[in-house]
């Protein structure tokens, strides 16, 4: 099996694993950070990148590409993963071989969370790329996607692709209700960055890109919010927003 390739558009998600073990994230979030602002946009003037997703099914790790520059340009200063380091991450986990483009079947998430957090994936320089913690975001908890958007600088997300968004052009707001072809074409992973009152900003295919809330609930079928340290402290010990990491990531670790 390979990832579906649509117009130099890949799919490579596969279907969601459900562990018992994998923290609720929502819960805590809303008890330390009730308040969540009416809109908060990490994305803009973000340089996304297709990160190899026109021909291979490494949009996973194209998400992760995303959010280490959408974090570091907020937190610190921009750091930008080639897409020969995005394919070598994808390469790792899966047995996908960029030379051939062989064992292009995609990624289940949750094992890029895990490895993300236990072994690292690659990034510039000499040091590895260290998830902090992860927890789960139930995909129709919009108040809990935003509030992980506010104050951790995004979330993974799961979605099925319906045929109709595939025809779009790039950077074209996802819309359910402006399509008329709904057929299923895939799962997919993008990186939420960014939203407003009406709907949740994202990237895809190297593009900055809109979705309304009600599509992104019809579609996502998971979601993650993620604790960053290394790439997403400006100030040690503390987020951009003003939010104290440490005691956030305490309260993870001790439910």
């Known amino acids: 099996m390979s990832a579906p390739f649509v117009g130099g558009r890949c799919l490579g998600k596969r279907a969601p694993k459900h562990d ?3 923290y609720r994230l929502g819960r805590v979030l809303a008890v330390r950070l009730p308040a969540v602002p009416a809109a908060r946009d990490w ?3 973000v340089p996304y990148q297709m990160w190899g997703n026109d021909r291979f099914g490494c949009c996973a790790f194209a ?3 995303a959010l280490v520059a959408t974090w570091t340009k907020a937190a610190q200063s921009l750091v930008m993963l080639s897409t020969e380091t995005v394919l ?3 390469a790792a986990l899966t047995g996908f ?3 051939t483009g062989a064992n292009d079947n995609g990624t289940i998430l949750l094992d890029e969370l895990n490895a993300w957090r236990r072994d690292g994936l690659l990034r510039p320089g000499q040091t590895r790329d260290y998830l902090t913690a992860y927890g789960s975001i139930a995909p129709t908890d919009v108040v809990g996607i935003r509030r992980a958007i506010a104050y951790l600088g995004g979330v993974l997300a799961g979605v099925q692709v319906p045929q109709g968004f595939l025809d ?6 996802w819309d359910w209700n402006a399509i008329s072809n709904h057929t299923p074409a895939g799962g997919h992973a993008i990186a939420l960055v960014g939203y407003n009152p009406d709907g949740v900003f994202f990237n895809t295919w190297g593009t900055r890109t809109f979705m309304p809330w009600s599509t992104f609930t019809r579609i996502a079928d998971e979601a993650y919010g993620l604790l960053s340290r290394e790439n997403w402290l400006g100030i040690p010990g503390t987020a951009p927003t003003g939010e104290d990491f440490d005691a956030l990531l305490a309260e993870v670790r001790a439910a």
């Open 20 to 22: 018992p073990r994998t």
């Open 43 to 45: 994305s803009q003037n």
């Open 63 to 65: 998400a992760h590409a």
């Open 88 to 90: 070598a991450n994808y």
């Open 97 to 99: 071989d960029p030379a």
């Open 168 to 173: 779009l052009g790039l950077g074209e707001t």
